[in-house]
Each structure stands twice: as structure tokens, then as C-alpha cells.
């Protein structure tokens, strides 16, 4: 079996088959790729310059963003690569390899998400008290736990494909490795891979997600109780942001995991673009066209470069 899998090679159907769309599918994806690297780029460079960006929320912000240009490169180069060359053409060890970083990194960000609304709740709801519980060491340690996270729940399903057998003719319906597409095509049985994506799923995502959301159910009441308009709406603005972000990733992403109807090719591939392509680039223009301190911090140094 171990032999065999050497020689195994998938082919991605991509986006699209024609031929007059590849170039402009390259070039839309080539600049979708370039602004995701450049606006999260941009975000951490902000943060690492700027002392007073230099704070728990920024953080997890800065890593946020690590997580989504990571994201973006596992992905999208290749999607770039098989535009450019048309072959479509990967091999199992490339394919799984690909799908565990993307696991990886995906779930790390799922769960950064919920770190981060644990912060916005303890600095709205317990404010005399945020800079004793979210000192650096916590800060480090909560994003250690998060990468951790992210590498076991990864490990969980490539190791399990390991055990599924695949034919060289193989068409995965999609434009990079993912998870539910890579079972679909397998002739081993499946039964067991189908079973912990949808156990996994509702064990880690689910739970997450509760995570994520019931400090906002406090963290609404709380702010509706300030007596400033301006605090409020500072607060508002900071919540509505990660909360939107919150609903992109987790609508997109249950859509294509739990979705077990592959009728619905074209409703998986748009969700797949949202959560793997358009996601990472969408974070970083969510957060900073609604945070005031980015937007003066970015300012005050394009008025330094000038000067």
C-alpha cells in the first residue's frame, strides 16, 4: 500500500475549463493574492512599528493576519500555477500535504476568533482588570494553544486519508485539495472519514463556536448599559467588525464540510473561494476600514515617508 501511494497523481478540475478564461481567472486571482498579502502585510507591520498598536487586541490582530497570509499561500499559488500551465496535475503526497496546512491554519484562525472575542470581553466587561489577565505571557500562551489546536485537529483528518486508497485518474472538483472533495473520490470506504468530519466538526467547531459567541451575549448587554455615545459606539464598531468576519468564515466553511450533496458543485466552489481566497483578503479590510487607530496609525506613517 505504502509503495503504491508514490505513485498516485490527482487532477484538479480548477475553476474552470475553458480555455479563454484561464488568463483572466490568472490575473483576477494573481492581484486577489497580491492585495491579501499586502493589506495583511501592512497590518502587521503597523502593529510591530507603532507602540501604541502594541496591545492584547493587536496581538491577536497581527496574528490573525500571519494566519490568513499563511492561508492565502497554501492555496492560492498553486490555483495560480495550474492557470498559468493548465495541467492540473498533483500528486497524493503534494495533495495531502497542502490539505494539512490548510486544516492547519484554517482551524488555528477558527480558533484565534474565539481567543479574540474572550479579549474584547474582558476589556469591555472588566476593564480595571484587563491588563492583569491578558498580560503578554497570556497573550503568548493563548496563541501557543491556538496553533497546538490547529496542528492536532489537522492531524486528525490527513492522517485518516492515509488509510484510503485512490485511482490515478482521480478529478478532485476543486481548485486545491480539500477535505470532503478528497473522500468523495476515494474508492476505499469512506464511512469512517465522513464520521469524524461530521463528529470533529460539531465536537471542535460547535463548542468553538459557543466559545466564541456567549461573551457577546455579555459583552452587548454591558454596552448598551454605557452611558457614552462615543465609548458606546467605539465598542460597537470593534465587536460588529470580528463579529462579521465570525459569520463569513463559519457560514462558508459549515456550508462546505457538512454539505455531503455533491450536486451542488458550483455551491461549493463559490463557498470554498469565500473561506480559502476571499476571506484572508476580506479581514484585514474589515478591520481596518473599521478601527480608527489603524487608520491614524497608517496615516501618521505615510506622513513620516513623506517627510
Known amino acids: ?22 488568463l ?29 498598536l502594541q496591545t492584547p487586541m493587536y496581538f491577536f490582530l497581527g496574528t490573525l493576519a500571519c494566519l490568513d497570509m499563511g492561508c492565502s499561500s497554501v492555496t492560492i499559488p498553486r490555483m495560480l500555477y495550474d492557470l498559468y500551465t493548465q495541467s492540473k496535475i498533483i500528486s497524493l503526497q503534494a495533495c495531502i500535504t497542502q490539505l494539512f496546512f490548510f486544516i492547519f491554519l484554517a482551524m488555528s484562525e477558527v480558533v484565534l476568533l474565539a481567543v479574540m472575542s474572550y479579549d474584547r470581553y474582558v476589556a469591555i466587561c472588566r476593564p480595571l482588570h ?16 491556538v496553533l497546538i489546536s490547529g496542528i492536532v485537529y489537522s492531524l486528525i483528518h490527513t492522517l485518516s486519508l492515509l ?54 451575549i455579555i459583552i452587548l448587554n454591558t454596552i448598551m448599559k454605557m452611558q457614552s455615545k462615543a465609548i458606546r459606539s467605539k465598542a460597537f464598531s470593534t465587536c460588529s467588525s470580528h463579529l462579521i468576519v465570525i459569520v463569513i468564515l463559519y457560514g462558508t466553511g459549515f456550508f462546505s464540510y457538512l454539505n455531503t450533496n455533491t450536486n451542488y458543485v458550483v455551491g461549493n466552489t463559490v463557498s470554498t473561494l469565500f473561506y480559502s481566497v476571499l476571506t484572508p483578503l476580506l479581514n484585514p479590510i474589515i478591520y481596518s476600514l473599521r478601527n480608527q487607530e489603524l487608520k491614524q496609525s497608517l496615516k501618521m506613517s505615510l506622513i513620516k515617508m513623506k517627510s
Open 130 to 145: 484587563y491588563t492583569q489577565i491578558m498580560h503578554w505571557r497570556t497573550c503568548v500562551l493563548l496563541v501557543s494553544g
Open 24 to 52: 483572466p481567472l490568472f490575473l483576477v486571482f494573481l492581484l486577489v493574492y497580491l492585495m491579501t498579502l499586502t493589506a495583511n502585510l501592512l497590518i502587521v507591520l503597523l502593529i510591530c512599528t507603532d507602540s501604541h
Open 163 to 216: 488509510r484510503l486508497t485512490f485511482c490515478v485518474s482521480n478529478t478532485l472538483k476543486s481548485f486545491f485539495c480539500d477535505l470532503p472533495q478528497l473522500i468523495q473520490i476515494s474508492s476505499s470506504d469512506t464511512f469512517i472519514n465522513v464520521l469524524m468530519i461530521f463528529f470533529f466538526t460539531i465536537l471542535f467547531c460547535v463548542s468553538i463556536l459557543v466559545a466564541t459567541f456567549c461573551p457577546y
Open 1 to 22: 500500500m505504502e509503495n503504491q501511494t508514490v505513485f498516485y497523481t490527482l487532477v484538479l478540475s480548477g475553476l474552470s475549463d475553458l480555455p479563454s478564461l484561464q
